[in-house]
């Protein structure tokens, strides 16, 4: 089935530095994928909609210009969380559906951030 | 999307049946109901969905009531594997290009 695939898996960063964290959709092309963060106990919360060749749509409260979101293939989509702060901790999902198909929406594997 | 009910947390013996309830009475003609999962430390990933009839897949059983206000997916033998936070999703199909919305899911703990 459709894949896709989140990197890194985990990554420890000092505060003030930025990390980028990439996903893939591996065998279809996807114009949108969206991006969670969820919080220890916490469920998924919807940060940004990433969208293939134009800026990307951010949810209400999530700063544009912290996370910066590229869309520059149907394949990949990049997070990168700029200046990074220990409360930027957290686990961040990515997640794609076949634009060709009506069908479910695949999940990459999460990345676990640590600011220190 | 029209919103889900959903315990926060059930437990169940190894090995046998699950009964996971969601209730979504404001639920439109067009959506579709969606069952994902997220095993810890990982991102969700797809159970099984359906309209009005009853469904099934390899995964699970998902039971839908007549009048569509609720709906319960099955697992029919639990396992170890299947301890999981388990999230019921209303999804309108004509607006399959949206992002999903998650509640609370119902935390499932599995017994041995």
């Known amino acids: 089935g459709a894949v896709v695939s989140q990197h890194p898996s985990r990554v420890i960063c000092k505060s003030g530095t930025s990390v980028k964290i990439e996903c893939r959709s591996l065998d279809f092309q996807a114009t949108t994928m969206f991006w969670y963060r969820q919080f220890p106990k916490q469920s998924l919360m919807l940060m940004a909609t990433?969208?293939?060749?134009?800026?990307?749509?951010?949810e209400q409260g999530v700063e544009k210009d912290k996370f910066l979101i590229n869309h520059a293939s149907l394949t990949l989509s990049t997070l990168t969380v700029t200046s990074a702060h220990p409360e930027d901790s957290s686990f961040y999902i990515c997640?794609?559906?076949?634009?060709?198909?009506?069908?479910?929406?695949?999940f990459g594997q999460g990345t676990r951030l640590t600011v220190v | 999307d029209a919103k889900t009910t959903q315990p926060n947390s059930m437990e169940s013996n190894e090995e046998e049946p699950v009964h996971l309830p969601c209730n979504h009475s404001t639920i439109s003609g067009t959506d579709y109901i969606h069952w994902y999962r997220q095993l810890p430390s990982q991102g969700p990933e797809y159970v099984i969905h359906?309209?009005?009839s009853n469904v099934n897949n390899r995964m699970a059983s998902l039971a839908i009531a007549e009048d569509r206000k609720s709906s319960t997916l099955i697992l029919h033998r639990a396992t170890l594997r299947d301890a999981a936070v388990y999230y019921c999703?209303?999804?309108?199909?004509?607006?399959?290009?949206?992002?999903?919305?998650f509640g609370g899911g119902t935390r499932l703990m599995v017994k041995p």
């Open positions: 999703i209303l999804r309108d199909r004509n607006n399959a290009g949206n992002m999903l919305t």
């Open positions: 359906g309209l009005t």
């Open positions: 990433s969208n293939e060749g134009s800026k990307a749509t951010y």
């Open positions: 997640s794609a559906r076949d634009a060709r198909k009506n069908t479910e929406a695949f």
